[in-house]
């Protein structure tokens, strides 16, 4: 991790048992981008299980429909998700946020994340 990085923990108990969770609020810029289109572009992303949670202000919601698809992850909550919409093509489920997390994922409470072929660099 280079010097723009700052690393954080979060321990709490799952199922009995501790569960450490380590984030890191990433200062450098970072791009998703999708067919051709970028999607979210910021210098806060937050860091965690691999994927980089986007400020809710850096994300270009023209490209996103809400999604009916939801799941759940037992430590940071519900998790929301959007169909990326670019130039006619979808990418169902391709992004998704945390609108009301538990306490301990609070710090990534509207931020939004990316998969399924979307680049994030």
């Known amino acids: 991790m280079g010097a723009s990085v700052v690393d954080f923990s979060v321990g709490m108990q799952i199922d009995g048992g501790a569960s450490p969770r380590?984030?890191?609020?990433?200062?450098?810029?970072?791009?998703?981008?999708?067919n051709g289109a970028t999607i979210a572009?910021?210098?806060?992303?937050?860091?965690?299980?691999?994927n980089h949670y986007f400020p809710p202000d850096s994300v270009n919601y023209q490209f996103l429909q809400e999604s009916a698809e939801s799941t759940i992850c037992p430590w940071k909550g519900t998790a929301r998700y959007y169909t990326i919409r670019v130039n006619g093509a979808l990418n169902p489920n391709a992004a998704w946020t945390y609108p009301d997390p538990t306490p301990e994922a609070e710090r990534i409470r509207g931020h939004l994340a990316f998969w399924k072929g979307v680049d994030i660099g």
């Open 41 to 50: 572009d910021s210098d806060a992303t937050i860091l965690l299980e691999g």
């Open 22 to 34: 380590t984030w890191h609020e990433d200062k450098a810029m970072v791009q998703a981008r999708w």
